[in-house]
């Protein structure tokens, strides 16, 4: 297991892209669409989403830009999910858009990837600035998950902190991990940025994996990239391994060996400002 883009996409839990199809439902009828929206789609990792459950769920539009930091996700996704209707491409979203992008996108989705970003006054300044005045937004993610209490476990475990960093590990967490009440919280933070919560809804759920390896597999899956850059594999792997004890503190096991994690999800749309 080598949390490649052909690992995540078979080992994703259907929990996840079943959960994102319902809350489409939800969100989607409330927004207006033409022929010529144009879509961007943050953090589209592997593509299967985008393609399976984002384009048929679409009323009407010209295009999706699907986007993701990781070149061998897009390189997957373009392989594997082509569509004429989809442009994948390789784009750090926090980083300052080109002028060709400001007031771009008529909508602007997000789906189980702002939970890897730690830096949400760029991010939303980002957004605010591609999506065009009245343009909508509709975001899922996770705003509390084991991986942030997993890394906060390592950043101080003495075999770690040889390769790593603590700061570049508690760097990771996002913002909202210290916010109390998400669901308010995070509607008065997008109201600084022009953006009009109109639906939101936040609910812990299980997530079940069918057995030990799976789940550990995906870990090691949305592990942040960054952690391992310029460490050699076997390095890599020996911390893994090590660190097995530790992801499996965040869990529990039935007797048929399924494995089950307890997440909060946070699902928000909404609009954005004319003026």
């Known amino acids: 297991m080598n949390g490649t883009a052909e690992d995540y996409d078979k080992l994703c839990p259907k ?11 939800s969100h989607f009828s409330a927004m ?16 299967r989403t985008t393609k399976s ?10 295009k999706i830009v699907a986007v993701d930091i990781i070149p061998d996700y897009i390189e997957y996704a373009k392989n594997i999910y082509f569509d004429e209707k989809i442009e994948f491409k390789i784009q750090d979203i926090i980083q300052r858009p080109d002028l060709k992008e400001i007031g771009k996108y008529d909508k602007v989705v997000s789906f189980y990837a702002f939970h890897f ?5 760029k991010l939303f300044s980002v957004i605010s600035s591609i999506l065009k005045p009245g343009g909508y937004f509709f975001f899922i993610f996770f705003t ?18 040889k ?4 700061e570049d590990m508690l760097n990771i967490i996002p913002l909202m991990d210290n916010w109390n009440d998400v669901e308010s919280e995070f509607k008065n933070f997008l109201s600084k940025f022009d953006f009009r919560v109109t639906k939101s809804k936040c609910e812990v759920l299980d997530i079940s994996y069918s057995n ?7 870990l090691v899956a949305a592990l942040p990239k960054a952690l391992f850059q310029k460490m050699e594999p076997d390095v890599k792997n020996r911390l893994l ?32 400002n004319e003026t």
């Open 117 to 121: 970003v730690n830096d949400y006054q």
């Open 212 to 218: 030990k390896k799976h789940y550990l597999d995906i």
């Open 241 to 272: 391994k090590q660190a097995e004890q530790i992801f499996l503190k965040y869990c529990s096991q039935k007797e048929n060996g399924e494995i089950s994690a307890r997440f909060e999800f946070l699902q928000v749309s909404g609009i954005k």
């Open 32 to 47: 207006e669409w033409s022929e010529e929206d144009v879509i961007l789609d943050i953090g589209c990792g592997p593509g």
């Open 163 to 166: 390769y790593i960093k603590t």
């Open 15 to 25: 929990f996840l892209p079943r959960y994102v199809e319902s809350a489409i439902d």
């Open 53 to 62: 459950i984002l384009l048929p769920k679409c009323p009407k539009l010209k």
């Open 144 to 161: 509390k998950w084991l991986l942030i209490p997993i890394l906060q476990n390592l950043s101080t475990n003495e075999e770690w902190k």
